[in-house]
């Protein structure tokens, strides 16, 4: 019985492991970011220019822009949420022209 229970719980782990591999891979790790009294969408990233907040259900996920074509990260553009429709990223000369951005 006691062995049983122990292959239940290790089964159990190693699927909650592998949710939190497979969420990190797909670039939607949690992040401790407020998103309550904000609408479901995305939001431009507190420290990370090459990233952006998801909130859903009140959850915020973290998520890295895709690297542009020449394998250069792009950069969210801040003005661009929260309808994921609009929501954008693009070239740090485009986003960035005061050069504030230093991630």
């Known amino acids: ?34 998103c309550s009294g904000k609408r479901d969408g995305n939001y431009p990233h507190p420290t ?9 259900g009140q959850r915020a996920h973290e998520i890295e822009c895709a690297k542009g074509h020449d394998g250069n990260p792009l950069y969210y553009v801040r003005d661009s949420g929260p309808d994921p429709k609009t929501s954008t ?6 986003v960035d022209r005061d050069g504030s951005c230093n991630s």
């Open 1 to 34: 019985m006691m062995f049983r229970f122990l292959t239940v719980v290790v089964t159990f782990l190693l699927l909650v492991q592998n949710n939190i591999t497979k969420a990190r891979e797909d670039g939607l790790s949690t992040f401790n970011y407020d």
């Open 48 to 56: 990370k220019c090459t990233h952006y907040v998801s909130c859903s």
């Open 89 to 94: 990223c693009d070239s740090p000369d485009v």
